[in-house]
């Protein structure tokens, strides 16, 4: 567990260095302003981030033996990206996918990339979550291909409605790290 709790910390740190800006006005997925954001990205692709979260999130999926991970993009898609490769060189390897915000216009029109079978576990992940709706698109999404939510991983959870709205649906929520571990809130 000692392991575990060092990477988290590398991982916390890392966010706090390359991904939380504050002091300015900032329109969030939710269309709300906040004075501080989570430009995740920073993380999500940097070469250290994307091992740290990626050993954090198969730790956390093992008990939901799921066969993908993926979410709506862009958000989800560097870190399924992640999870999937690192998943490789364990014993329980993850396909990944992620889902559009709108039917791809032209080839195969596909709203999931690539396509989930029905029937198919998921774990559906975030870079950050705030009311939960960009994740419950996706859910919505793969729930009518016929697909399995298992679970729902973010990276950050802002904590403005998200447990809520994941509960009511019946939907287990896990967050490596909520907005007051880094000493920031909706207020």
Do not use: W
């Not at 958000?75 to 329980?92: E, H, K, M, N, Y």
């Not at 709203?111 to 709706?133: M, Y």
């Amino acid at each position: 567990m000692t392991s575990c709790t060092n990477i988290k910390e590398k991982l916390k740190n890392l966010v706090r260095e390359k991904s939380l800006l504050c002091g300015a006005n900032f329109t969030l997925a939710s269309g709300e302003t906040s004075q501080y954001y989570f430009n995740m990205k920073n993380t999500t692709f940097h070469p250290e981030g994307s091992l740290l979260l990626s050993d954090l999130i198969l730790e956390l999926l093992e008990p939901y033996r799921v066969d993908s991970i993926g979410g709506l993009e862009m958000g989800a898609v560097p870190i399924a990206a992640a999870v999937t490769c690192r998943s490789f060189q364990t014993d329980l390897p993850v396909a990944g996918f992620f889902v559009r915000k709108q039917t791809k216009g032209h080839g195969t029109k596909s709203l999931i990339e690539p396509n989930q079978p029905a029937g198919t576990k998921v774990a559906i992940i975030e870079d950050v979550t705030t009311t939960g709706a960009s994740a419950l698109q996706a859910v919505d999404a793969l729930e009518a291909a016929g697909c399995k939510v298992s679970v729902i991983i973010t990276l950050v959870d802002r904590q403005e409605g998200a447990t809520e709205a994941f509960a009511s649906r019946n939907l287990p929520f896990h967050a490596l790290f909520s907005a007051s571990d880094f000493d920031v809130s909706a207020a």
